[in-house]
């Protein structure tokens, strides 16, 4: 099992950056594939960013391609979440995921495909 815990949210103007971090517990980090997701209100929680077990492939949703960067340092257990250029439409509460299944690459986008959450981060873009 695997606990994790967001940080690095707050309000920042639009074309500004903010760097999250998941910290996750447990000594077998290695073995789990790691999400980044968001939730505007009123709206459903929808994928952002993932990054496989060995952090050689990375995934992006088209909303952030470009933007946004998805890392991961096994060593200390963590997973930035480094987001450039930011709109208002990036608005959300973030949250880091993460499973321990393998997964295929387009399972990688799927909040289904993971079974631990933190408790999510508000990021807030002003415009």
């Known amino acids: 099992q695997v606990q994790l815990v967001e940080s690095g949210g707050g309000l920042v103007q639009a074309g500004g950056s903010l760097r999250l971090s998941c910290a996750a517990s447990?000594?077998?980090?290695?073995?789990?594939?790691l999400g980044w997701f968001r939730q505007a209100p009123g709206k459903e929680r929808v994928f952002v960013a993932a990054?496989?077990?060995?952090?050689?492939?990375?995934y992006y949703a088209d909303s952030v391609k470009g933007r946004f960067t998805i890392s991961r340092d096994n060593a200390k257990n963590t997973v930035p979440l480094q987001m450039n250029s930011l709109k208002p439409e990036d608005t959300a509460v973030y949250y880091c995921a993460a499973t321990r299944s393998l997964l295929g690459n387009w399972e990688h986008s799927r909040a289904g495909s993971y079974a631990y959450w933190g408790q999510g981060t508000q990021v807030t873009v002003s415009s």
């Open positions: 990054i496989s077990r060995s952090g050689g492939n990375t």
């Open positions: 447990g000594r077998t980090f290695s073995d789990y594939a």
